[in-house]
């Protein structure tokens, strides 16, 4: 009971955030469009899945500005007791792994094992990834555009997943702006739920 919830789907996610939503009598931020869930537009006061934007801002904030590297901050080696990733427990079970890094888990722990970012988040880096609301997209964007709180392309065959999670070992995946798309379940993916804020 106390494990973060992996191995379910995009749509599962969704349809956890409508399901507390109406839990607290909250609007829904997802309507289905034929077969597909997209968010209401406008979106309301309901939970939703985070945008890839706003995950990343949260991630990145170092209490100043949206400016960290990694979750423990600006460079490697990974700082001691600073997230569950793939680390010398998990040597037997994982082809990749921190030979120099202990955390004591081969696997996921429950939330708030490790301390929280400036914002009072725990586990943006490490655990497991997560699924975020926007559709995936390698291609790049126009380099002369700006673009405040993005959330995405208007459809695709994966959805974005961000954040490392406790099979995670490589520079890449470490680094908070890591993203990857996704459209199935896996045992290191799961998510967290967010909202506008009330006015």
Not at 185 to 196: K, M, N, Q, S, T
């Amino acid at each position: 009971d106390g494990q973060p919830v992996v191995n379910l789907t995009w749509n599962e996610a969704v349809d956890f955030c409508n399901w507390l939503s109406a839990q607290e009598g909250l609007d829904p931020a997802y309507v289905k469009a034929g077969a597909e869930w997209k968010l209401a537009s406008p979106v309301g006061n309901g939970y939703r899945l985070p945008t890839e934007a706003e995950w990343e801002f949260a991630a990145r904030y170092d209490g100043t500005a949206a400016t960290l590297r990694y979750p423990w901050g600006g460079s490697l080696p990974v700082a001691p007791n600073s997230g569950n990733y793939a680390d010398s427990a998990a040597r037997y079970t994982l082809d990749v792994t921190l030979p120099d890094y202990t955390d004591g888990y081969a696997v996921s722990v429950a939330p708030g094992k490790f301390p929280a970012n400036a914002l009072g988040l725990f586990d943006l880096g490490g655990n497991v990834a997560e699924w975020v609301n926007d559709w995936y997209s390698a291609a790049p964007l126009d380099s002369d555009a700006t673009l405040i709180d993005p959330a995405g392309p208007a459809s695709g065959k994966e959805h974005v997943l961000k954040g490392s999670s406790f099979r995670s070992a490589t520079i890449t995946e470490l680094r908070l702006a890591y993203r990857d798309g996704a459209s199935e379940p896996r045992v290191d993916l799961g998510f967290r739920v967010a909202r506008y804020a009330s006015k």
